[in-house]
DNA sequence: TGAAATGTTGGGGCG
DNA sequence: ACGCCCCAACATTTC
């Protein structure tokens, strides 16, 4: 009698997990699989990295949950080619169920497992369960695909009127294998702990409806803090969803840029590597890197960038409004590449999302799809009268704001402001 | 999901 | 009552 599989990824939950549901309804034993993939995981700079530690967690908060079912994850260790060859010796694997994974990476992985699953005549069902809308869901009317939000926004919430998104219900003809599975420590897989405090995954209902007014004061707890959740699937986006819609319009405005950065990422995977509009490659960056390790260390002398570069490297998480001033600066004040800033960030956040951090750093720079226009520079002292008045986020992360030993400002803001504008202005009226 | 420069308007002081 | 200046407040344009 054959098993069929549901393979976890980055959706660490048992309850609105779409494959999960079909994988349920099979009718065959159900073998819960997660793979620590060596070849994402041998990429990582740090030993202790806190999106391990996370993943970690949230498996061992899955497994308890299966335990009660009277049974337990699978988990391997290895590259995903090599450990599907080791389970379908091991078992006899009627059908694999898996969410569809869109990052260029996971694609080309999901290729080649699923080749390898066909030439054992094992099928592959994957399924959305990620986002709301996939890329071929909201086009323009001849099909093509939209570059700029608002009318994108347009279309994707008429598709949400047609749509009606509900949460699925837990299976209840589900069919768990019984077993009891060893899940690897940290060390096992080769990692540390780190000790690092996560969010939690409940949806504050207080905070989306107060989201409107609160998300743009850093001191504030304004924001939902989800990403990290959202990033490894420990939370439903149908559900955050229905909870958006019902008490924040704005808050449901964030999620579809989720979805149209996804979408981005999708049919122009060249922003990868590369401006979206290919003109700003041409920007001659200064890209000095003593500037650019103050920036990193926090040490600008600009008291809103270094309050969130400092909480970056502390927690792992900065403030979104601040993120777009530190992104501003590095770019325009310092005119280092975004490339050298989107590295950083997605080697510090926790909740890094390679469409999501991509389509940010572009729109700062400039150079994305629906972009700040060029000349749209931050103004680091007016954000921060604006949105720290009271300087309470910045004293919490520089203890020595207003002190002697805070540094004078690295960059003169007129004198960087207007030579941004014109080194951008000079690269794109340059014929080429 | 800017900021700065420039333009316009209107009230008040004053001769 | 009137013209003139100043300047804040707001609006528009420009980068």
Redo the contacts with the bound molecule.
Sequence with gaps: MSIVIIWFRRDLRLNDNVALFHAMADGREVLPVFIFDTEILQKLQSRSDARVEFISQALNALNERLKRRGSSLLIKHGSPEKVWQELIQSYQIGTVYANHDYEPYALKRDEKVGKLLASHDIPFHTFKDQVIFEKEEITKENGTPYTV?TPYSHKWKSRLAEASVKMLPEHNKGNWCQQNACIPSLEEIGFRQGGVKFPASAVQEDILTRYAEQR?FPALHGTSQLGIHLRFGTISIRQLLLKAAQFSPSFV??LI?RDFYQMILWHYPHVISSAFKPAYDRILWINNEADFERWKAGETGYPLVDAGMRQLAATGWMH??VR?VVASFLTKHLLIDWRWGETWFAEKLLDFELASNNG?WQ?AAGCGC?A??Y?????????QE?FDPKHEYILKWIPEYGLPGYPKPMVN??MA??RA??VY?NTLNRPV
Excluded: C, T, Y
Excluded at 375 to 383: C, K, S
């Design positions: 939000f743009d405005n964030e840029w979104n409004r777009m940010g729109w629906d700040a226009p000349f749209r520079v931050f103004n680091p002292q007016l954000q604006k803001h007129e402001r207007a504008i014109s202005r």
